[in-house]
């Protein structure tokens, strides 16, 4: 379902108070109206049914916040999108339905990060941002999750960005295929995850932090269908094998300079080579301050024994 709507219909308010009926599936749009492609089979999507349709409900609405918080507007609007039914037994709509309400069902997913491959992993908001320095490993864990087991991530796109959703940046990946140049990619035995990693300081700008935009599917393997081909170079296939391609993006991941962790190196060396010196300047001292003494003392101990 797209959608298109003026913000006047929820009272202005701004992108991150909006969400679909599912938590994870914000609202985006531009300065004026809201911009939306709403899946049939993700986001809170029901499909219901009278005699002469079918009916996809959703609904726009305000995110719950605490009761301490103060929010001035509150809004829900509804979501809907008919189907109508053919007269030769809705051959269409079956295989629509037998598609969205019994493979795919409901399903979400996620990015997270990490600077090891084996570490834990930790997704990134606004107000807990992923801390990384310019000389890290980027690692991006992309997951879906659903209950259905007969189902395999497809990233169909990657790249970083100095601004969060944006339709531009860095490549890791296109097409299914790796920016090999940018991007590699780690192994799992998770069919329902995909792994990447990215150098930071590979970046071609230098900024205080990125964000992590992929547009991603689900792809059946089931016994009822072709198994799952999906992948770099692959064709597209049946609309029946494959989930809408859904936009999600994460972080901020904020960059520091590595400077501003741990000790400075660079000053120890100096200060090292700079203390070396200075003990060697004064052993050489010492060493000829001891050396005169001691021919002093034998020329006097000389002249004793003549008188």
Not at 92 to 113: T, W
Not at 146 to 167: F, G, Q, R
Not at 201 to 208: G, Q
Request: hydrophobic fraction near 35%; proline fraction near 3%; aromatic fraction near 8%.
């Amino acid at each position: 379902m797209i959608l298109s709507a003026s913000r006047n219909l929820v009272a202005n308010l701004p992108d991150d108070s909006l969400q679909l009926n599912d938590a994870s599936c914000n609202v985006t749009g531009n300065s004026t109206h809201l911009l939306l492609t709403i899946p049939f089979s993700g986001c809170g999507t029901e499909l219901l049914e009278d005699k002469s349709h079918y009916i996809f409900t959703n609904k726009i609405v305000s995110q719950s916040r605490s009761e301490t918080s103060k929010q001035l507007e509150r809004v829900a609007i509804p979501l809907m999108c008919k189907f109508l039914r053919s007269s030769k037994g809705s051959e269409r709509a079956n295989v629509l339905n037998d598609a969205i309400d019994k493979i795919f069902e409901v399903y979400s997913f996620e990015i997270q990060f990490s600077k090891e491959f084996n570490s834990s992993w930790r997704a990134a908001r606004p107000d807990s941002p992923f801390i990384a320095t310019s000389k890290d490993h980027l690692y991006i864990s992309i997951i879906a999750k659903s209950n259905e087991t007969a189902l395999s991530l497809y990233v169909e796109s990657c790249h970083v960005s100095k601004e969060y959703n944006s339709s531009t940046g860095v490549m890791l990946l296109r097409q299914g295929c790796l920016n090999n140049s940018t991007a590699k990619e780690h192994q799992t035995k998770n069919q329902n995850e995909k792994i990447y990693s990215i150098k930071l300081s590979s970046l071609p700008w230098r900024t205080a932090q990125v964000f992590i935009t992929c547009s991603v599917q689900l792809c059946a393997d089931t016994s009822g269908s072709s198994p799952c081909t999906l992948g770099c170079g692959s064709g597209s296939g049946s609309q029946a094998d494959q989930s809408n391609i859904q936009q999600v993006s994460a972080g901020p991941v904020h960059i520091t300079k590595e400077s501003d962790f741990g000790p400075n190196y660079a000053a120890i060396t100096v200060g090292l080579a700079l203390g070396g010196t200075v003990v060697y300047v004064v052993l050489i001292l010492l060493k000829r301050s001891f050396v005169g003494l001691y021919y002093r003392g034998n020329t006097r101990s000389t002249r004793s024994r003549r008188f």
